[in-house]
């Protein structure tokens, strides 16, 4: 079965920083884009940021970059997404989603075919 666990997050101060893994099992993860999305209460689900396992190309949401790192160790089959500097805005449940095709889009859900359950990141001020 193909799975995405992901994990990481906690709670922290504004300012601090918190390391998202998402550890895949059940397909190949190569040629693969794996996303980051976020989804905080109230709100609709949104791109974070994206990496290509193939080429390791990578995409950003433009309200975190700078701030948010996404990075793959192929080997590990996992996906991590560093993020820095956390605001209070960056609440949310980060999920992780898998496109078997390779495609990264962070505008829609629609390409991603596997989702792992969500992990809570929560700001305090």
């Known amino acids: 079965d193909v799975q995405l666990q992901a994990s990481g997050g906690g709670l922290v101060q504004a300012g601090g920083s918190l390391r998202l893994s998402c550890a895949a099992s059940g397909f190949t993860f190569y040629n693969y884009a794996i996303a980051w999305f976020r989804q905080a209460p109230g709100r609709e689900r949104e791109g974070v940021s994206c990496i290509s396992t193939s080429d390791s190309s990578t995409f950003y949401a433009d309200s975190v970059k700078g701030q948010f790192t996404i990075s793959s160790d192929n080997a590990k089959k996992t996906v991590y997404l560093r993020m820095n500097s956390l605001k209070p805005e960056d609440t949310a449940v980060y999920y992780c989603?898998?496109?078997?095709?390779?495609?990264?889009?962070?505008?829609?859900?629609?390409?991603?075919?596997?989702w792992g359950r969500g992990t809570l990141v929560t700001v305090s001020s």
């Open positions: 989603a898998a496109d078997l095709w390779g495609l990264c889009s962070l505008r829609t859900t629609s390409p991603y075919e596997e």
